[in-house]
């Protein structure tokens, strides 16, 4: 057994996002999809049919965050990342709620109460309806809605915020809605993808100073960022090609509008010239997904962003475990190659599991449960805290791992 101590000051926690958590919001593109004949059409392919992929209250984090920021507290986090709605914010183009910034400001308040350092997240994935049928992040000149809300967000709720995140994976985002169809508006191109990905980074770039200019408090975004390995003839051609398009093209181009970097973790990847070998984890364990767990990827992609000389903020990093019978050796085993990292050089200061709470995880629905505090569906979403849940607050507040 060894005991692994972490820098002092280190930041520990779990994320989340808004419209995951929130429910009911009738304003977001993804409330209005869920219920189309397209999102009918895509479930017929889903392999799990008894989920439920309606949002609907979700986990009524807009009414119940006080609790949920409570039970951080007391399983020793000191840090949240979690998100706010731009459709809640901005249900019609220009007018601006009341209502929404009250209640983030109590949200935000609240997380301060309990002493919990805020990572902010403007954009996760989802838009206002209007903003979508003016074209969305497909058409750059539409960047400047965008930008209008940051700038009103900040000057509102900026006194509560620590760190902001602009976009949340915008390579997601980008290729989910606009080249895979999975996410609305579900187009399929290739050509509106990468515009899509350019516009983001444009986005970023030009809000990153806005939001330094009123609040002084670092910016950077969530990068979705993953461990390719070469394998089998010409795979390392394929890998160098996959880890520019899916790390660094973002990255890249954001880096010096960033103030340290959002890494989130989950996926590694066996590259051959044929593609991905199946389930991309030969001898891994898998979650109940079916993602490989590959801890050692983590180290290696934080060894590979330390070379842009920022912090770094490990902003998501989690698995599906509706047993909870992975979850505590996930945790510590991407924990010990954290600490490996560290010694190795790499500037990290914080680690946000997701999630605090099981959520509406997406095209996935309900059903598979990444929290640390279990949201029973069946009984008035009470929260339950899991075993692993108390594991990992051991770890939060000794500031230590005993691997």
Same mark, same amino acid.
């Given at each position: 057994?060894?005991?692994?101590?972490?820098?002092?000051?280190?930041?520990?926690?779990?994320?989340?996002?808004?419209?995951?958590?929130?429910?009911?919001?009738?304003?977001?593109?993804?409330?209005?999809?869920?219920?189309?004949?397209? #999102?009918?059409?895509?479930?017929?392919?889903?392999?799990?049919?008894?989920?439920?992929?309606?949002?609907?209250?979700? *986990?009524?984090?807009?009414?119940? +965050?006080?609790?949920?920021?409570?039970?951080?507290?007391?399983?020793?986090?000191?840090?949240?990342?979690?998100?706010?709605?731009?459709? =809640?914010?901005?249900?019609?183009?220009?007018?601006?709620?009341?209502?929404?910034?009250?209640?983030?400001?109590?949200?935000?308040?609240?997380?301060?109460?309990?002493?919990?350092?805020?990572?902010?997240?403007?954009?996760?994935?989802?838009?206002?309806?209007?903003?979508?049928?003016?074209?969305?992040?497909?058409?750059?000149?539409?960047?400047?809605?965008?930008?209008?809300?940051?700038?009103?967000?900040?000057? #509102?709720?900026?006194?509560?915020?620590? +760190?902001?995140?602009?976009?949340?994976?915008?390579?997601?985002?980008? *290729?989910?809605?606009?080249?895979?169809?999975?996410?609305? &508006? /579900?187009?399929?191109?290739?050509?509106?993808? +990468?515009?899509?990905?350019?516009?983001?980074?444009?986005?970023?770039? #030009?809000?990153?100073?806005?939001?330094?200019?009123?609040?002084?408090?670092?910016?950077?975004?969530?990068?979705?960022?993953?461990?390719?390995? &070469?394998?089998?003839?010409?795979?390392?051609?394929?890998?160098?090609?996959?880890?520019?398009?899916?790390?660094?093209?973002?990255?890249?181009?954001?880096?010096?509008?960033?103030?340290?970097?959002?890494?989130?973790?989950?996926?590694?990847?066996?590259?051959?010239? +044929?593609?991905? =070998?199946?389930?991309?984890?030969?001898?891994?364990?898998?979650?109940?997904?079916? @993602?490989?767990?590959? &801890?050692?990827?983590?180290? =290696?992609?934080?060894?590979?962003?330390?070379?842009?000389?920022?912090?770094?903020?490990?902003?998501?990093?989690?698995?599906?475990?509706?047993?909870?019978?992975?979850?505590? #050796?996930?945790?510590?085993?991407?924990?010990?190659?954290?600490?490996?990292?560290?010694? %190795?050089?790499?500037?990290?200061?914080?680690?946000?599991? @997701?999630?605090?709470?099981?959520?509406?995880?997406? /095209?996935?629905?309900?059903?598979?449960?990444?929290?640390?505090?279990?949201?029973?569906?069946?009984?008035?979403?009470?929260? %339950?805290?899991?075993?692993?849940?108390?594991?990992?607050?051991?770890?939060?507040?000794?500031?230590?791992?005993?691997?």
């Amino acid at each position: 057994m060894q005991i692994l101590k972490f820098p002092e000051g280190f930041l520990w926690g779990a994320a989340s996002s808004a419209y995951q958590t929130e429910g009911n919001n009738t304003n977001a593109d993804w409330w209005i999809w869920e219920k189309s004949q397209k #999102r009918a059409e895509f479930l017929k392919t889903r392999q799990n049919p008894a989920a439920q992929y309606i949002s609907g209250v979700a *986990t009524d984090f807009y009414h119940r +965050f006080d609790e949920d920021f409570s039970l951080a507290h007391q399983l020793n986090h000191n840090a949240s990342r979690f998100g706010i709605e731009w459709s =809640r914010i901005e249900p019609k183009e220009g007018m601006f709620s009341e209502e929404a910034f009250d209640t983030y400001e109590k949200i935000l308040q609240s997380a301060k109460f309990h002493n919990l350092t805020v990572f902010l997240t403007l954009h996760h994935f989802t838009c206002p309806v209007w903003f979508m049928q003016k074209g969305g992040f497909a058409k750059k000149q539409n960047l400047e809605y965008y930008l209008r809300y940051v700038k009103v967000v900040a000057e #509102r709720l900026g006194e509560y915020v620590d +760190f902001w995140m602009t976009f949340n994976e915008p390579e997601v985002y980008a *290729t989910h809605a606009y080249f895979l169809g999975i996410f609305p &508006p /579900q187009i399929k191109s290739a050509f509106t993808a +990468f515009k899509v990905v350019n516009n983001l980074i444009a986005g970023h770039n #030009r809000a990153a100073p806005i939001l330094k200019q009123i609040t002084g408090k670092p910016v950077s975004m969530a990068f979705h960022l993953s461990d390719l390995q &070469p394998a089998g003839p010409l795979g390392g051609l394929v890998k160098n090609l996959a880890h520019y398009l899916a790390n660094e093209y973002i990255l890249r181009r954001t880096v010096d509008a960033c103030d340290y970097i959002g890494v989130n973790y989950y996926e590694h990847h066996h590259l051959t010239l +044929f593609g991905f =070998r199946k389930h991309s984890h030969t001898s891994h364990d898998a979650t109940d997904m079916g @993602w490989g767990i590959h &801890p050692e990827g983590l180290e =290696r992609v934080l060894l590979y962003v330390q070379k842009y000389n920022k912090p770094i903020y490990v902003s998501e990093n989690g698995l599906a475990d509706s047993k909870d019978i992975k979850r505590e #050796r996930y945790i510590k085993d991407h924990l010990y190659y954290v600490h490996q990292a560290i010694q %190795k050089g790499a500037d990290v200061r914080g680690y946000l599991y @997701w999630s605090l709470t099981d959520n509406f995880e997406w /095209q996935h629905g309900f059903w598979p449960r990444f929290g640390l505090i279990e949201i029973d569906r069946e009984d008035l979403l009470r929260r %339950k805290i899991r075993p692993s849940a108390l594991a990992y607050a051991k770890v939060c507040k000794e500031n230590q791992l005993e691997y």
